[in-house]
């Protein structure tokens, strides 16, 4: 009996990625790192900024950054729809260094509300984190 499930994520320009036999998903999720398996109660959440995990059948692991959105998984179909999301192992650096400096801009702005302020917060030591390893 397999133990996989399909993936499916969204972004507004395109389908960026469909997989069908992946065995664990790790969410940045406003509850905290959510990992899915199959046969997982279904749910709906919303994602914050960070590092979304894929594990598939194959033992490979992927990271993605995925900026906001949300998840649903229901009938072992996870569906993920994102504002932003691209390929960790595939990130150009300057593109990276530009969201950075973009979003540090956006937090020196003084009528952010604190749930605006913590996800702008996240999302530049997030992309910090990322641009040090990449």
């Known amino acids: 009996?397999?133990?996989?499930?399909?993936?499916?994520i969204v972004n507004p320009e395109k389908s960026f990625l469909v997989?069908?036999?992946?065995?664990?998903?790790?969410?940045?999720?406003f509850e905290g790192e959510m990992g899915i398996l199959k046969d997982h109660i279904s749910?709906?959440?919303?994602?914050k900024p960070g590092v979304l995990k894929v594990f598939?059948?194959?033992?490979?692991?992927k990271k993605y950054y995925v900026?906001?959105?949300?998840?649903e998984f229901k009938n072992?179909?996870?569906?993920?729809?994102?504002s932003?999301?691209?390929?960790?192992?595939?990130?150009?650096?300057?593109?990276?260094?530009?969201?950075?400096?973009?979003?540090e801009k956006e937090a020196q702005e003084i009528d952010l509300d604190d749930q605006k302020r913590y996800l702008i917060e996240?999302?530049?030591?997030?992309?910090?984190?990322i641009s040090t390893i990449n």
């Open 84 to 103: 932003n999301i691209f390929d960790i192992s595939e990130a150009d650096k300057t593109k990276v260094t530009e969201i950075i400096d973009n979003a």
């Open 43 to 47: 749910i709906i959440s919303f994602l």
């Open 67 to 71: 900026e906001d959105g949300i998840i």
């Open 122 to 129: 996240q999302k530049i030591e997030v992309l910090k984190l």
């Open 56 to 61: 598939e059948a194959s033992s490979e692991e």
């Open 19 to 29: 997989k069908e036999n992946v065995t664990e998903v790790v969410i940045p999720a």
């Open 1 to 8: 009996m397999s133990n996989t499930f399909k993936l499916e």
């Open 76 to 82: 072992n179909c996870l569906s993920v729809l994102t």
